[in-house]
């Protein structure tokens, strides 16, 4: 008998590859490659569990700890951002901030990047940032092991951030409802207080970064519809760009409180056979 999928929501490690040792580097075509067979192995992996077949999920579980597992998906996402293929997302970030305006001002930022890869991107290279990295499976000293899920809520102000990334992180959160939880669980960590520069520019931020398939080609969600469920989380866009991989997006949290209610579901937006099915869904419901 198949075995019913759990209600509860599941961590962050759910889906990724299992670890295994890395490898040597590889080309730009191999990293590619690599980074293709995980998502379409963790696809099949998580509908293996939600049908409860464990014989299957063992046996693709395998076959990624084949291909070298966690690090070795973790070194082709490292290839991919070496600077000379302009693979450093958090230069898209850079770029829409105004920097020679925060060098020299008086309030230091705090960001927090989830999902780090490397202590040496744009952002922690600028000198602008208090950075604090976490990654479920740390590559370098600089980076706390740490799933963001589990990271224990700020205990005071001084303890939250002014900007944290999500940079291709969210397609890697295995259930649509846990997608739609850790953006919401982004509005524990950020500073309440709005700090607008004469560059209009105001705090806390949100940088968001997905695989434009996840936009572009879903049955489920399109920018518009990301639109929405940010609106309803108290965040405004504030920027985006579209490349040929990837949908970047800046996000601004205009609420002071937590939203009290939100029910975004999923809904056919974008029907077609080749379409893919990412989605996000948030049922919350809490006390005034």
């Known amino acids: 008998m198949v075995a019913k999928k759990k209600a509860s929501l599941q961590s962050l490690k759910a889906g990724r590859p299992p670890t295994a040792k890395s490898g040597r580097s590889m080309s730009?075509?191999?990293?590619?490659?690599?980074?293709?067979?995980?998502?379409?192995?963790e696809k099949r992996r998580r509908q293996a569990t939600a049908m409860g077949d464990g014989q299957a999920e063992a046996a693709i579980a395998a076959e990624i700890a084949s291909l070298g597992g966690?690090?070795?998906?973790?070194?082709?996402?490292?290839?991919?951002?070496?600077?000379?293929?302009?693979?450093?997302?958090s230069k898209v970030l850079l770029e829409w901030l105004p920097t020679k305006k925060l060098a020299t001002g008086r309030q230091r930022l705090r960001m927090l990047e989830v999902g780090a890869l490397s202590t040496r991107n744009a952002c922690s290279r600028s000198g602008l940032f208090d950075?604090?990295?976490?990654?479920?499976?740390?590559?370098?000293?600089?980076?706390?092991?740490?799933?963001?899920m589990e990271r224990p809520l700020p205990s005071s102000d001084a303890d939250k951030f002014?900007?944290?990334?999500?940079?291709?992180?969210?397609?890697?959160?295995?259930?649509?409802?846990?997608?739609?939880?850790?953006?919401?669980?982004?509005l524990s960590f950020l500073r309440k207080q709005v700090m607008a520069t004469q560059?209009?520019?105001?705090?806390?931020?949100?940088f968001l970064v997905l695989p434009r398939s996840c936009l572009s080609n879903s049955r489920y969600m399109t920018e518009s519809r990301l639109e929405e469920l940010m609106s309803d989380l108290g965040y405004r866009r504030s920027q985006t760009k579209m490349?040929?991989?990837l949908a970047y997006s800046l996000w601004r949290n205009t609420q002071l409180l937590t939203p009290t209610e939100?029910?975004?579901t999923k809904r056919e937006v974008n029907p077609g056979r080749a379409r893919n099915n990412f989605v996000i869904t948030l049922h919350h419901r809490g006390d005034r």
């Open 28 to 41: 730009r075509k191999a990293s590619r490659t690599l980074i293709n067979t995980h998502h379409q192995l």
């Open 70 to 89: 966690l690090d070795h998906y973790q070194q082709a996402s490292l290839q991919g951002q070496r600077l000379d293929r302009g693979g450093d997302t």
């Open 131 to 148: 950075m604090v990295r976490i990654d479920l499976n740390s590559q370098e000293k600089g980076i706390v092991e740490q799933d963001f």
């Open 162 to 186: 002014d900007v944290i990334s999500l940079s291709l992180v969210l397609n890697f959160v295995p259930e649509a409802e846990s997608r739609g939880q850790m953006l919401m669980r982004t």
């Open 199 to 206: 560059d209009q520019v105001p705090f806390p931020l949100l």
């Open 243 to 245: 490349t040929q991989k």
């Open 262 to 264: 939100i029910a975004f």
